[in-house]
């Protein structure tokens, strides 16, 4: 059951522009969104939260949005940086049950 | 701090073999995860553990793989016998408990059945 969705495998960006990588999902009980970076042959590293009862969440360059009547979220990076190229995964949680995206590969070129 | 550690980096075995992976967390986490990651798809739970019990397992075919967490901190996660649909990276995770936070996830095991 695929209740995370990122449809997007891959996405190209120039250094410098706003990287915007979006995530579905279908479980309305989902209480928390998170983003997830990997880098290969590392393990998934935390990158940015938010709580369902809140619309945006900042940490330096990177932003969450959700919109819970579409069922949408999405990271912004801005501005994009090389060091950013990596995969990204959203997840979802509800009762500490995390459910991962397929994930996007981000290629920022110089 | 140091990370979640996993052990081996790689391993290769042949259909019908049994393999076992290792973890130990981060000091203190409570919450401990395995994830299965099957190339091109997202991390897919596999077992949670708090502290030595087992949260959740819904997800572990339980025919061939199995999983301890002695004394609440270090696991290890069995197949057997392992099958060409198991090759897959199993990744560890650990956490403090509320899903905000994030997991910690180790660089995982790549596991290749021929």
């Known amino acids: 059951d695929q209740q995370v969705k990122q449809n997007s495998p891959s996405l190209s960006v120039q250094e410098g522009r706003i990287s915007i990588l979006n995530c579905d999902y279908t479980n309305s009980m989902f209480d928390y969104f998170l983003w997830y970076k990997k880098y290969p042959a590392e393990g998934p590293t935390f990158l940015i939260s938010i709580s369902s009862i809140k619309d945006k969440n900042e940490d330096g360059r990177f932003t969450v949005f959700l919109n819970k009547s579409a069922k949408h979220l999405s990271l912004h990076i801005v501005p994009s940086q090389p060091g950013d190229s990596a995969v990204y995964f959203c997840?979802?949680?509800?009762?500490?049950?995390?459910?991962f995206g397929a994930g996007t590969r981000l290629t920022v070129k110089p | 701090e140091a990370g979640v550690a996993q052990s081996p980096r790689y391993k290769i075995i042949e259909k019908r073999q049994s393999v076992a992976f290792w973890c130990n967390p981060i000091?203190?986490?409570?919450?401990l995860y395995w994830y299965q990651q099957i190339l091109g798809q997202g991390p897919k739970l596999l077992i949670q553990?708090?502290?030595?019990?087992?949260?959740?397992d819904s997800q572990l075919p339980k025919d061939r793989f199995s999983a301890e967490r002695l004394k609440g901190v270090d696991s290890t996660l069995k197949i057997q016998p392992a099958k060409l649909e198991d090759s897959a990276v199993y990744l560890c995770a650990s956490s403090l408990g509320h899903p905000i936070y994030g997991y910690t996830f180790g660089s995982g095991t790549r596991l290749t059945v021929v």
């Open positions: 997840a979802a949680s509800v009762n500490n049950d995390m459910r």
């Open positions: 553990f708090q502290n030595n019990g087992v949260v959740d």
């Open positions: 000091s203190g986490h409570a919450t």
